[in-house]
């Protein structure tokens, strides 16, 4: 896969988490696609899971996504990889994607922000995280008279927008693990001069049916949008599609990435 001479003939996937999430949500994937014999990379963007990094003072998205772009950057010569974004995690994808193009074979969107560089989106469809004001905490890490610098989903709404076809114990496992997003990192993630060569890696789209937080509309309008070289729906996921679906999931990455092998 790959590139020429020198190629890993092991597909490897990298993992990219949303909004106040972390690498630990990928668990049940990275575990199965270890066990398939494929190579996985999950990664804590600046702020986010282990990182030491309080996320109220992560300024912009260069920061934020320092940590993917530095697994990317220390990759082998012509060593690609597979790259998988979730919600707004997909403006990381397409970040990297202009940056690193020659190191990612195929980008997959998972109920992500799939936006094509150089476009101007509206914001109600590139911003995952659209909804009522009382669903969210805001964190004034320099001061109440300042903007926020960190957002949460509040506990009790968090089961019904990220979570409603999730086993408990995931649910559990995630109340324990998340934490602020920094607000300051989205304002202008994503947003990219156009970049044909980026565009020629093949893109996938994955949508999940049941997800209360980011709509089958505004999923609908990214793809119509962007179109992808392939479209996968998830019928029985929840916004947390490694969660809820796992095997299907596992099931429909395989399945994209054999067409790269043809």
């Not at 199965?32 to 963007?45: N, P, Q, T």
């Not at 989106?121 to 320099?142: A, M, Q, R, T």
């Not at 990192?185 to 947003?191: I, P, R």
Request: some cysteine; charged content about 20%; glycine content about 8%.
């Amino acid at each position: 896969m790959g590139g020429d001479g020198g190629a890993d003939p092991v597909i490897h996937f990298v993992f990219v988490h949303g909004a106040s999430h972390g690498a630990w949500c990928w668990y049940k994937l990275t575990t199965l696609l270890d066990a398939a014999g494929f190579k996985s990379s999950s990664v804590d963007l600046t702020g986010a899971g282990i990182s030491l990094t309080d996320s109220n003072t992560v300024m912009d998205s260069d920061q934020y996504n320092r940590p993917l772009f530095t697994l990317l950057s220390d990759l082998p010569p012509h060593h690609k990889v597979i790259l998988v974004g979730h919600s707004i995690g997909g403006g990381s994808v397409t970040e990297a994607l202009c940056k690193f193009t020659d190191k990612i074979s195929m980008a997959i969107y998972l109920a992500s922000a799939m936006v094509q560089p150089g476009s101007i989106p509206s914001p109600n469809l590139s911003n995952i995280h659209v909804g009522e004001e009382e669903i969210w905490d805001y964190i004034y890490g320099e001061g109440a008279d300042k903007p926020p610098t960190g957002i949460l989903m509040k506990q009790e709404f968090r089961r019904h927008y990220y979570y409603s076809q999730s086993p408990l114990e995931d649910v559990t496992l995630s109340s324990k693990l998340l934490r602020p997003a920094p607000v300051r990192a989205f304002q202008d993630l994503g947003k990219l001069p156009p970049n044909p060569e980026a565009e020629k890696v093949p893109r996938v789209y994955i949508k999940t049916a049941k997800d209360n937080l980011f709509d089958s509309v505004r999923q609908d309008l990214l793809v119509e949008n962007w179109p992808p070289s392939q479209l996968y729906v998830l019928e029985e996921s929840d916004h947390s599609a490694f969660f809820s679906v796992p095997t299907t999931l596992f099931a429909y990455l395989l399945r994209a990435v054999s067409f790269l092998q043809r």
